[in-house]
């Protein structure tokens, strides 16, 4: 039986000789699919959108890939988009590793920001992207008191992994303005916040979700 499917390339991985593994973020799943010699095919990228058929087999221990179209975006051709939507990208794997069903929510979430990657400062893009899949799965942390302490937050506040706020001496972090971060909590949006701010917030993003 073949199956239609389209998905964001969020995990690529040897298998053997020119095969690999593929892992797709669809609208309702997070699978792995076995692609013959796929190391051959360019469409094959990190991150790209695809069209693809899934067809059982018998040899293998996973469904096999083929048929692929990649669906393009206008800022796929410029290095430093591309290199930043990678390095957003892959950060999904980790997190919905051990998702087999999932709600349309991160697919769309995925396509909404590709489709504006070009016309705002991608790195802004990806913080109000998080910001909106934290809100989703309920983990904005914004109650005002320390992760750490549990004690009452100051002016000054430090972020930790998931933009978990605390006091900078609790975690010997970088200093942020609380009203600023618990604007972005609030709004899902940087238009308030400097570059340089959002460079920081960027950084912390990287270290996962």
Same mark, same amino acid.
């Given at each position: $039986? =073949?199956? %239609? $499917?389209?998905?964001? =390339?969020?995990?690529?991985?040897?298998?053997?000789?020119?095969?690999? =593994?593929?892992?797709?973020?669809? +609208?309702?799943?997070? !699978?792995?699919?076995?692609?013959?010699?796929?190391?051959?095919?360019?469409? /094959? %990228?990190?991150?790209?959108?695809?069209?693809? #058929?899934?067809?059982?087999? !018998?040899?293998?221990?996973?469904?096999?890939?083929?048929?692929?179209?990649?669906?393009?975006?206008?800022?796929?051709?410029?290095? +430093?988009?591309?290199?930043?939507?990678?390095?957003? =990208?892959?950060?999904?794997?980790?997190?919905?590793?051990?998702?087999?069903?999932?709600?349309?929510?991160?697919? +769309? /979430?995925?396509?909404?920001?590709? *489709? !504006?990657?070009?016309? %705002?400062?991608? !790195?802004?893009?990806?913080? #109000?992207? &998080?910001?909106?899949?934290?809100?989703?799965?309920?983990?904005?942390?914004?109650?005002?008191?320390?992760?750490?302490? #549990?004690?009452?937050?100051?002016?000054?506040?430090?972020?930790?992994?998931?933009?978990?706020?605390?006091?900078?001496?609790?975690? &010997?972090?970088?200093?942020?303005? *609380? *009203?600023?971060?618990?604007? @972005?909590?609030?709004?899902?949006?940087?238009?308030?916040?400097?570059?340089?701010?959002?460079? *920081? @917030? &960027?950084?912390?993003? /990287?270290?996962?979700?």
């Amino acid at each position: $039986m =073949i199956k %239609q $499917m389209r998905g964001f =390339i969020i995990s690529i991985r040897k298998a053997k000789n020119e095969d690999v =593994i593929v892992t797709v973020l669809s +609208n309702d799943s997070v !699978k792995s699919y076995w692609r013959f010699f796929g190391a051959r095919h360019s469409i /094959l %990228q990190l991150g790209n959108l695809i069209d693809f #058929e899934v067809t059982n087999s !018998k040899k293998n221990f996973m469904p096999n890939m083929r048929s692929l179209s990649h669906i393009s975006f206008p800022w796929i051709f410029s290095n +430093n988009h591309l290199f930043i939507w990678q390095n957003f =990208i892959r950060l999904f794997e980790p997190h919905l590793r051990d998702t087999i069903e999932l709600d349309s929510f991160y697919f +769309n /979430l995925l396509l909404n920001t590709a *489709k !504006k990657w070009s016309k %705002q400062n991608p !790195k802004r893009l990806a913080i #109000e992207a &998080y910001m909106q899949l934290l809100h989703h799965e309920g983990r904005l942390y914004d109650n005002g008191f320390c992760y750490i302490c #549990e004690n009452i937050l100051e002016e000054e506040i430090g972020l930790m992994r998931a933009f978990l706020p605390t006091h900078t001496n609790c975690i &010997y972090g970088q200093e942020f303005n *609380k *009203k600023e971060i618990f604007k @972005l909590f609030n709004t899902h949006s940087t238009i308030h916040l400097e570059d340089s701010l959002v460079e *920081k @917030l &960027y950084d912390i993003l /990287l270290k996962g979700l």
